[in-house]
């Protein structure tokens, strides 16, 4: 059974980071890409960055590039999200995925507020 716990989230004024974490688990971490995706209240879920299995590539939404950085620990089979300079409009609650034979996986979320 793959189970994705998101970690981290948290109220933060607009120019300070926080750090998102995503622990794994019923998978064999090392083989996945994981990506990041976020939802905001009345809009649709977005991407936020991805990370295939090695770690030796990433991709990033326009919005969030040269802010977030995505990386991971494949011996703690954990993924990770650095903010920074955040902004009020990077509030939403933050999901992390994996997909696997096409079936996507979820976390429950973890909220991020920004305030300006």
């Known amino acids: 059974q793959v189970q994705l716990v998101e970690s981290g989230g948290g109220l933060v004024q607009a120019g300070g980071s926080l750090r998102l974490s995503c622990a794994a688990s019923g998978i064999t971490f090392s083989s996945y890409a994981m990506g990041w995706f976020r939802q905001a209240p009345g809009k649709p879920r977005e991407f936020v960055a991805r990370i295939i299995w090695s770690g030796s590539s990433t991709g990033y939404a326009d919005s969030v590039k040269g802010r977030f950085t995505i990386s991971r620990d494949n011996a703690k089979k954990q993924v990770y999200l650095q903010m920074n300079s955040l902004k009020p409009e990077d509030t939403a609650v933050y999901y992390c995925?994996?997909?696997?034979?096409?079936?996507?996986?979820w976390g429950q979320g973890t909220q991020v507020t920004v305030s300006s």
């Open positions: 995925n994996t997909r696997d034979g096409g079936y996507d996986y």
